[in-house]
């Protein structure tokens, strides 16, 4: 089983629709989880942490379920600048593991 | 901030030629992070260095591959002889243990390695 897995898309959506990814892991000592972001070609940036059970900001809401072992984020109102792809990663004893990434479309 | 800063952006060479990335680490920060990205395998972590010490080389692919960090401002990462699969972009990341969030990675925009 992979350490981090994601849904891999593609996801398209309408402008204003609510999308939600999921990603679960493996390592359940993970310490914390994060989010980023990466446009097409582009490098990964961060969009969130995820350190305890949620986190929410502006549109976007990251949360954490320990028990299942799985990560969602959820974007509402999407704009077309969401187009990217999203990698779930877990942090664990400096280390980060990445998922492959589910590819967001959003579309006018 | 500058950043992380790469070079080169792009690197086309032939089969069985050495290629040298290099990496400029944001200022101040003390670890430092080699990944590969493919379609197939997606990001990989390569190598890690804490204070210039490579702490983790286990994802490093073979002896054909290695990374020096001779000082806190510059690191390399060398590939000798390169071969098509080798073909990817390999990202540099920096973090600092000493700020709030030590975990937070930051990239620089990669170098994109074709091998033919």
């Known amino acids: 089983r992979k350490e981090v897995e994601q849904d891999p898309g593609p996801f398209n959506v309408p402008e204003g629709a609510t999308v939600a990814f999921n990603c679960t892991y493996s390592?359940?000592?993970?310490?914390?989880f994060f989010w980023y972001r990466q446009d097409c070609r582009k490098e990964p940036k961060l969009l969130m942490s995820?350190?305890?059970s949620g986190n929410e900001d502006g549109r976007f809401t990251a949360q954490l379920n320990r028990a299942s072992q799985y990560i969602s984020l959820l974007i509402r109102d999407s704009k077309l600048s969401d187009s990217a792809t999203y990698l779930c990663?877990?942090?664990?004893?400096?280390?980060?593991?990445f998922g492959k990434g589910t590819l967001l479309t959003v579309n006018p | 901030d500058a950043g992380v800063i790469q070079s080169p952006r792009h690197e086309v060479t032939e089969m069985g030629q050495e290629v040298t990335l290099r990496c400029k680490p944001i200022?101040?920060?003390?670890?430092l992070f080699w990944y590969r990205q493919t379609m197939m395998r997606g990001l990989e972590l390569l190598i890690y260095?804490?204070?210039?010490?490579?702490?983790?080389d286990s994802g490093m692919p073979e002896d054909r591959f290695s990374a020096k960090m001779p000082n806190a401002s510059f690191s390399t990462l060398k590939i000798q002889p390169s071969e098509p699969r080798d073909s990817a972009v390999y990202f540099c990341?920096?973090?600092?243990?000493?700020?709030?969030?030590?975990?937070?990675?930051?990239f620089g925009p990669g170098t994109r390695l074709l091998v033919l």
């Open positions: 990341a920096s973090s600092s243990i000493y700020s709030g969030e030590p975990e937070t990675q930051y």
């Open positions: 390592n359940s000592a993970s310490q914390s």
């Open positions: 995820v350190y305890s």
């Open positions: 990663i877990q942090y664990s004893n400096y280390k980060l593991t």
């Open positions: 200022s101040g920060h003390n670890s």
């Open positions: 260095f804490n204070n210039n010490v490579p702490i983790d």
